[in-house]
């Protein structure tokens, strides 16, 4: 059975990671794995708490593990977005979520930058903390030293900009 290497797009709320995600796995005709959190939030009759994160965490891996038939996989998000929610949302240490993230990397992540403008949705809720958020990540990129490139641009300039990095990290 064939383990697929992991590109995960990451970052804050509202940077085009769905998107981003969906339009990779178009041109490189890799699978994408939906982020499983907006699945599971739109379906809960309840604000959410951090119990919910560990269910979100094990879908969400059950999910880009369920992926055996392709050389790379395409992941919109993965556990580490779950990591700094728990350290953001309830400043709570996240290190199950970090140990198991460890013992299954993603092979390339691709952090969004901040340069969309925000998107109102109702999962959404830090629209004034995104500058924050992207630290968060870019220390936890570096922390965990998982590789790691940023992407950014408007329309079709922000996958131009993925691509361009994924040559470069694939090469």
């Known amino acids: ?7 995960v797009i990451t970052g804050p709320e509202s940077t085009g990671k769905s998107k981003l995600s969906l339009e990779l796995s178009k041109r490189l005709n890799i699978p994408c794995v939906p982020e499983i959190a907006r699945d599971y939030l739109n379906k809960l009759n309840r604000p959410y708490n951090i119990e919910d994160l560990n269910i979100i965490a094990q879908l969400q891996e059950k ?23 728990k350290e953001f949302k309830y400043q709570r240490k996240a290190i199950e979520f970090e140990s ?6 993603g ?8 340069d969309l403008p925000w998107e109102d949705d ?3 809720e830090h629209p004034n903390h995104r ?3 992207f630290t968060l990540y870019k220390e936890k990129l570096t922390h965990l030293r998982l590789n790691y490139a940023l992407v950014q641009g408007i329309k079709g300039e922000r996958t131009t900009s993925a691509l361009e990095k994924l040559r470069t990290l694939l090469a």
């Open 122 to 124: 109702p999962l959404r």
């Open 63 to 85: 999910a880009i593990a369920s992926v055996t038939d392709s050389e790379f996989v395409i992941c919109d998000t993965d556990l580490l977005t779950l990591i700094v929610w």
């Open 100 to 105: 198991t993230l460890l013992q299954n990397p």
């Open 131 to 133: 500058k924050e958020l």
């Open 107 to 114: 092979y390339i992540y691709l952090l969004c930058n901040i």
């Open 1 to 7: 059975m064939l383990k697929p290497k992991r590109i």
